[in-house]
C-alpha cells in the first residue's frame, strides 16, 4: 500500500452507524479526509457526514468503494463477508472490518481482486457515538495487517490518540470474549448487585449511584497497581468468616446467584495468593467452602 500524508489519503465507510460515526468524526477530527459514508437508509449516511466537510452521503456502498482508498466497512457482524462478496474491489486498494470477533478472512474476495484487508477493532463501547468518540483517546485499537496498511492502520490509531496491539490471526473470537469478561459482562454483574439490593428495598438508580464509584475506584486500583495489588476485600484478605455469611445469605437468594459469586470468589483466590494476604492453608479453606456450596 502507497503512503499518503493524511490529508490525502481518501477514506470511507460501509455502514454509518454508532462505531461509524465515532470513527469518522475522530478521522475527520485528526485531519484525515473522510470523503464518503453509506448506509441502507440513507438518513444514517447523512448524520454521519453532515458533520464532515467534503464527505458524502449514499444508499450505495459501491460509490464508497469506487471513491475511496480505504474502506472500512462497519456493518453489524454476519453481514460482512456477504458486503465484501457483493462489491467490485480494486487493486491496491484497503479495506478492514471493524469487528472483534470476525476472521480477517471474510475479506478474501476483496484480498483476491488485489486489495489490502485487515481488522481494525477499537477497544471500546460503542453504545452511544459522542461518548465513544469522547472515550477514543487513550483506548486501545486491536490491528491486524500487514505490510504498509499496517503501519497505515498504525498511525491512524495514532492519529486518534489511541494506543495500538497487533492481533495474529485465528484469536479474534478468543480477544473478543476477554473483552466482554472486562466491559459488558461487569454490566450483567452489576444487575446482580441491583438484584441483590432491590431485595431489601433499594432501588435501581439508588444502587447504581452508590456501586459506580466502587467500580471506578476498582479499575483506577488496578490501573494503579496491577491485578494482584489492585484486589480489595474479602479475597485478598483470606477472610473467611466473611465467606462463610456471603454463603448463608446467597443460599436464599437461589442457585443462581449462588454458582456466580462461588465461581468469581474461586477465580479471586489465586490472585489474593499473589498478592500476599494469606497461604495456601487459608486459600484451600476457602475453595473447600466454595466448592461445597457449588455441591449443594
Not at 480505504?70 to 454476519?78: A, G, H, N
Not at 473470537?173 to 476477554?178: F, G, L, N, S, T
Not at 439490593?197 to 433499594?202: E, I, K, L, Q, R
Not at 483470606?238 to 468469581?264: F, M, N, Q, R, S
Request: some cysteine; overall charge neutral; proline content about 4%.
Amino acid at each position: 500500500m502507497h503512503e499518503h500524508n493524511p490529508a490525502s489519503l481518501r477514506i470511507g465507510f460501509i455502514g454509518s452507524g454508532r462505531v461509524a460515526k465515532a470513527l469518522a468524526w475522530g478521522l475527520s477530527g485528526s485531519g484525515h479526509s473522510v470523503v464518503a459514508a453509506a448506509s441502507r437508509s440513507l438518513g444514517s449516511a447523512q448524520q454521519l457526514a453532515q458533520r464532515i466537510a467534503g464527505c458524502s452521503a449514499t444508499a450505495d456502498a459501491q460509490d464508497v468503494v469506487d471513491g475511496a482508498d480505504l474502506v472500512f466497512i462497519t456493518v453489524p457482524d454476519d453481514a460482512i463477508a456477504a458486503v465484501a462478496s457483493n462489491l467490485v474491489w480494486r487493486e491496491g486498494a484497503a479495506v478492514v472490518h471493524c469487528s472483534a470477533a470476525t476472521e480477517v478472512a471474510a475479506l478474501a474476495p476483496a484480498a483476491r481482486a488485489g486489495a489490502w484487508t485487515g481488522g481494525f477493532h477499537p477497544l471500546q463501547l460503542f453504545a452511544d457515538p459522542e461518548v465513544a468518540l469522547a472515550g477514543l483517546p487513550g483506548c486501545t485499537i486491536a490491528i491486524e495487517a500487514e505490510g504498509g496498511l499496517l503501519r497505515r492502520l498504525e498511525r491512524l490509531a495514532a492519529a486518534l490518540g489511541c494506543r495500538n496491539m497487533h492481533l495474529p490471526p485465528g484469536c479474534r473470537a478468543r480477544y473478543h470474549v476477554a473483552a466482554h469478561c472486562a466491559g459488558g459482562f461487569v454490566i450483567a454483574l452489576l444487575k446482580q448487585a441491583v438484584d441483590l439490593w432491590a431485595s431489601f428495598g433499594v432501588g435501581r438508580e439508588d444502587t447504581i449511584r452508590a456501586l459506580l464509584p466502587l467500580l471506578r475506584g476498582t479499575t483506577a486500583s488496578v490501573e494503579r497497581s496491577g491485578l494482584a495489588q489492585g484486589l480489595a476485600g474479602t479475597y485478598s484478605r483470606g477472610d473467611i468468616g466473611t465467606v462463610e455469611k456471603h454463603l448463608a445469605e446467597l443460599a436464599h437468594a437461589g442457585p443462581d446467584a449462588l454458582h456466580l459469586y462461588c465461581e468469581l470468589a474461586l477465580l479471586s483466590i489465586p490472585l489474593g495468593l499473589e498478592r500476599g494476604g494469606y497461604d495456601e492453608k487459608r486459600a484451600d479453606a476457602m475453595r473447600a467452602l466454595l466448592r461445597q456450596a457449588l455441591q449443594a
